[in-house]
C-alpha cells in the first residue's frame, strides 16, 4: 500500500442557531413520479451566532417525499445580517421521518429530534466583503422540527 499524506484534522467551528419560520400554508403539488412534492414558503426567522440576523420573507422549502418515509428537502433562503449583508442560503439535505412522528408533530406534539435523522448541506453566496470567507466554506447543519411552523438548526462550518 502507498504510504498516506498527512492531512488536516478536520474540525467542526458553530456557525449560528437558527429558527426558520414557515408560512401556515403550503402547495402540495403532488406525486410527480419520484415522490409527493409539497412546497413550503418562508416567513422569516432569526439566526445568532458567529453571524446574526434575520431570516427574510423570501424563498421556500421544497421537499420531495419518498414512500420509505425519505425526505429530501432543496431550500432557498436569503439571509440578512445584522450589519446589512445579504446571504443566499441554498440547502440540500435529508430527513428521516417516520409516519408516527410526522402524525405526532401534525398533532402538534414535541418530537425529540435526537429520534429522526435531518441534516443538510449548506451552501453560502454573497458579495458582501466582509463575508466572503463563507462562500468557499464546506458547512452543514444538524435540524430539528420545532412545531409544524418553525424549523431549526444548528451551522457548521468544517474547519
Request: aromatic letters at 14%; proline letters at 3%; a negative charge.
Amino acid at each position: 500500500m502507498r504510504e498516506r499524506m498527512k492531512l488536516p484534522e478536520a474540525k467542526l467551528e458553530h456557525l449560528f442557531y437558527i429558527e426558520v419560520d414557515l408560512h401556515k400554508y403550503y402547495y402540495d403539488v403532488g406525486n410527480v413520479g419520484r415522490g409527493d412534492l409539497v412546497i413550503c414558503p418562508i416567513a422569516g426567522g432569526r439566526f445568532d451566532g458567529k453571524i446574526s440576523g434575520d431570516v427574510m420573507n423570501f424563498g421556500a422549502d421544497w421537499n420531495l417525499m419518498y414512500a420509505n418515509y425519505l425526505n429530501c428537502v432543496d431550500t432557498r433562503y436569503l439571509l440578512k445580517t445584522d450589519d446589512g449583508a445579504y446571504i443566499s442560503l441554498t440547502t440540500i439535505g435529508r430527513a428521516v421521518i417516520k409516519p408516527e412522528q410526522d402524525e405526532a408533530m401534525e398533532r402538534g406534539e414535541y418530537v425529540d429530534p435526537s429520534d429522526y435523522y435531518f441534516r443538510q448541506h449548506l451552501l453560502f453566496e454573497t458579495g458582501d466583503e466582509r463575508y466572503q470567507w463563507i462562500n468557499g466554506a464546506c458547512c452543514f447543519a444538524v435540524i430539528g422540527i420545532k412545531d409544524e411552523e418553525t424549523i431549526v438548526y444548528d451551522a457548521y462550518m468544517v474547519k
